[in-house]
């Protein structure tokens, strides 16, 4: 299956073959004025300056043999040497017909026998979940699904913060405290930022830390034993935390798993020469000759032999290849990180740690600000902690459905639980909508709306389909097997046919805001469809089933979109 635009690129593809020019030229896409023509060519003009003529007499040309096909109502030269296209209703009806029969609805499963990991969430042991894990959470996981959709086989890795001297400062601040026995999440809260505070302030303390820290990374029993009690209970934390937000992992491997790769990976690039020591610490040049800005090498150990971030995250490349050998690995992580994937990504390859055919992406986002345009706090000025967020959210989402008078018929659990995924949806959506990089305003007013480009109009839409088919049904009607399309149902049709074009260029680019953008335009095209269309009312039996097969495939496709995203459709509000 392709999308409709593919179909046509290869009709057109072969007209340019004809006139003896290379057949990508005939590249058909969406036009952006659905006014003037549903498809365009611009190849013409392309093709002008490989065989040296004029783009308007390559188009008459094209015109000439695209007009004999019965694929298209219309061909038209426009401008220079432009081609505008239509399709015939019943090339359009057809090719509706065969993503009506494709559970896929025509996306292709490009990722099939390829293995990714995506490395997303990154949450720190001992501290509460914040609204800082937010974004890497929502997106990676988005990506994870959509790649899962795509065929891969998809390996999602939390990646905790779970080794280093963060781990020093907390052992060596139970030593002091004389704490014996198991540790609360309550008592980590607030033992970890008393001791870095400490650590901050008073060197010798932090020389403590330091000591805490080898001692750890020496593998003594009694600090393994605290290490892990803590580590058990703070993931306990996150696991619910994730639920809540409807986030999944494949592995919950930290920074400390890649700690039994470090010292073998370490020898054999300085036995490569390929890590050097420079004024005490062991580094890797990172340079290369077409480089317009300075990059610092990778600092593999420090000058006292401790590890960084940077080993680490090399230890845990060896690792991901010796335990998976993927295909693709993806990094969703803050934007400002930039530089550091950048050097990783090039030692790994200078240190042959990565085939040379892995890919290596890193999927950065930014950060998530309050309505004054600064990073999201509490009223009081503190993070956030992300449990109160998203309880936030589900107390704002069942006012709004209060507000709305919107599923006042059911039981109080059933609503309490359509209140969660309304504002799970209201979450999720105000953060995948915006391009990934960019800022975006944690405006949970604006969010929670069911007008506008939210996560909470898309379910309506959603749920008020489903209603439709319902009513139909009981009324004993049913979508007919093939379309009847009428000039009031080409706007939707169409844009049903787009799917697989908004998911491949999501996919290519891992930009989940293009699934976003759309399901609010078939969300959009339906509400436009519903309000000038007879549907159950028509009298006309062959139309009336064509649009309730329209009806049925824009929610079997608006629900598969969201589902990718993350978002989960009620069955009544």
């Given at each position: 299956?392709?999308?409709?635009?593919?179909?046509?690129?290869?009709?057109?593809?072969?007209?340019?073959?004809?006139?003896?020019?290379?057949?990508?030229?005939?590249?058909?896409?969406?036009?952006?004025?659905?006014?003037?023509?549903?498809?365009?060519?611009?190849?013409?003009?392309?093709?002008?300056?490989?065989?040296?003529?004029?783009?308007?007499?390559?188009?008459?040309?094209?015109?000439?043999?695209?007009?004999?096909?019965?694929?298209?109502?219309?061909?038209?030269?426009?401008?220079?040497?432009?081609?505008?296209?239509?399709?015939?209703?019943?090339?359009?009806?057809?090719?509706?017909?065969?993503?009506?029969?494709?559970?896929?609805?025509?996306?292709?499963?490009?990722?099939?026998?390829?293995?990714?990991?995506?490395?997303?969430?990154?949450?720190?042991?001992?501290?509460?979940?914040?609204?800082?894990?937010?974004?890497?959470?929502?997106?990676?996981?988005?990506?994870?699904?959509?790649?899962?959709?795509?065929?891969?086989?998809?390996?999602?890795?939390?990646?905790?913060?779970?080794?280093?001297?963060?781990?020093?400062?907390?052992?060596?601040?139970?030593?002091?405290?004389?704490?014996?026995?198991?540790?609360?999440?309550?008592?980590?809260?607030?033992?970890?930022?008393?001791?870095?505070?400490?650590?901050?302030?008073?060197?010798?303390?932090?020389?403590?830390?330091?000591?805490?820290?080898?001692?750890?990374?020496?593998?003594?029993?009694?600090?393994?034993?605290?290490?892990?009690?803590?580590?058990?209970?703070?993931?306990?934390?996150?696991?619910?935390?994730?639920?809540?937000?409807?986030?999944?992992?494949?592995?919950?491997?930290?920074?400390?798993?890649?700690?039994?790769?470090?010292?073998?990976?370490?020898?054999?690039?300085?036995?490569?020469?390929?890590?050097?020591?420079?004024?005490?610490?062991?580094?890797?040049?990172?340079?290369?000759?077409?480089?317009?800005?300075?990059?610092?090498?990778?600092?593999?150990?420090?000058?006292?032999?401790?590890?960084?971030?940077?080993?680490?995250?090399?230890?845990?490349?060896?690792?991901?290849?010796?335990?998976?050998?993927?295909?693709?690995?993806?990094?969703?992580?803050?934007?400002?990180?930039?530089?550091?994937?950048?050097?990783?990504?090039?030692?790994?390859?200078?240190?042959?740690?990565?085939?040379?055919?892995?890919?290596?992406?890193?999927?950065?986002?930014?950060?998530?600000?309050?309505?004054?345009?600064?990073?999201?706090?509490?009223?009081?000025?503190?993070?956030?902690?992300?449990?109160?967020?998203?309880?936030?959210?589900?107390?704002?989402?069942?006012?709004?459905?209060?507000?709305?008078?919107?599923?006042?018929?059911?039981?109080?659990?059933?609503?309490?639980?359509?209140?969660?995924?309304?504002?799970?949806?209201?979450?999720?959506?105000?953060?995948?909508?915006?391009?990934?990089?960019?800022?975006?305003?944690?405006?949970?007013?604006?969010?929670?709306?069911?007008?506008?480009?939210t996560g909470p109009y898309l379910l309506y839409q959603a749920v008020r389909i489903q209603s439709l088919l319902k009513k139909a049904e009981a009324q004993g009607l049913s979508a007919g097997s093939e379309f009847v399309l009428q000039d009031a149902d080409k706007p939707l049709a169409l844009l049903l046919a787009e799917l697989p074009d908004h998911f491949e260029n999501t996919l290519k680019n891992y930009t989940p805001h293009v699934l976003c953008d759309y399901a609010y335009k078939l969300a959009q095209a339906f509400?436009?469809?519903?309000?000038?269309?007879?549907?159950?009312?028509?009298?006309?039996?062959?139309?009336?089933?064509?649009?309730?097969?329209?009806?049925?495939?824009?929610?079997?496709?608006?629900?598969?979109?969201?589902?990718?995203?993350?978002?989960?459709?009620?069955?009544?509000?």
């Open positions: 299956m392709t999308s409709l635009a593919q179909k046509l690129s290869g009709i057109v593809g072969k007209a340019f073959e004809e006139q003896g020019l290379p057949a990508e030229l005939g590249a058909v896409r969406v036009s952006d004025r659905p006014d003037l023509c549903q498809f365009q060519c611009n190849g013409a003009m392309a093709a002008a300056k490989v065989a040296k003529k004029n783009p308007r007499e390559i188009a008459e040309g094209l015109v000439d043999v695209l007009a004999n096909d019965e694929t298209f109502e219309k061909v038209e030269i426009a401008g220079p040497g432009f081609i505008n296209l239509d399709v015939t209703d019943a090339f359009l009806a057809a090719h509706l017909e065969s993503v009506k029969a494709d559970e896929r609805a025509g996306v292709a499963d490009t990722g099939k026998d390829q293995t990714v990991i995506l490395d997303y969430g990154g949450p720190n042991i001992a501290k509460p979940m914040h609204v800082g894990h937010l974004r890497a959470s929502i997106i990676g996981d988005s990506l994870r699904r959509i790649m899962k959709f795509a065929g891969y086989n998809t390996i999602g890795d939390v990646h905790m913060g779970d080794w280093g001297t963060p781990m020093g400062m907390i052992l060596s601040e139970l030593d002091i405290r004389g704490h014996e026995g198991p540790v609360t999440m309550e008592e980590l809260a607030e033992i970890y930022p008393k001791a870095a505070a400490d650590c901050k302030a008073d060197e010798t303390r932090m020389e403590q830390a330091r000591a805490a820290t080898k001692k750890l990374q020496d593998g003594d029993p009694e600090y393994t034993k605290r290490w892990r009690q803590f580590i058990d209970i703070s993931i306990e934390g996150m696991k619910a935390n994730f639920d809540a937000l409807g986030v999944h992992f494949d592995e919950w491997k930290g920074e400390a798993d890649a700690h039994p790769f470090i010292a073998p990976m370490v020898e054999a690039l300085k036995d490569k020469g390929i890590a050097v020591l420079d004024d005490g610490a062991l580094v890797i040049d990172v340079t290369q000759e077409d480089d317009k800005k300075e990059f610092p090498p990778l600092i593999l150990l420090k000058s006292d032999g401790a590890v960084m971030y940077s080993t680490t995250d090399m230890g845990t490349i060896v690792d991901r290849v010796e335990s998976h050998d993927p295909d693709k690995i993806i990094y969703v992580v803050d934007q400002r990180q930039s530089l550091h994937f950048e050097q990783l990504f090039r030692a790994a390859r200078k240190g042959a740690l990565v085939k040379d055919d892995v890919e290596l992406t890193f999927a950065g986002f930014g950060t998530m600000n309050g309505t004054d345009g600064k990073p999201f706090k509490t009223r009081a000025g503190g993070v956030m902690r992300l449990e109160d967020l998203i309880a936030m959210g589900v107390e704002k989402a069942e006012a709004r459905l209060n507000e709305a008078e919107l599923a006042t018929d059911i039981d109080e659990a059933e609503r309490a639980d359509i209140a969660k995924k309304v504002a799970l949806a209201a979450i999720k959506f105000a953060d995948l909508q915006n391009q990934r990089q960019s800022d975006y305003v944690f405006d949970l007013d604006r969010m929670t709306s069911f007008e506008g480009k509400s436009s469809f519903y309000g000038n269309c007879h549907i159950l009312s028509e009298e006309d039996e062959a139309v009336r089933a064509s649009r309730l097969a329209l009806c049925a495939q824009t929610h079997c496709q608006l629900v598969m979109v969201l589902k990718v995203l993350g978002i989960e459709v009620p069955a009544s509000m």
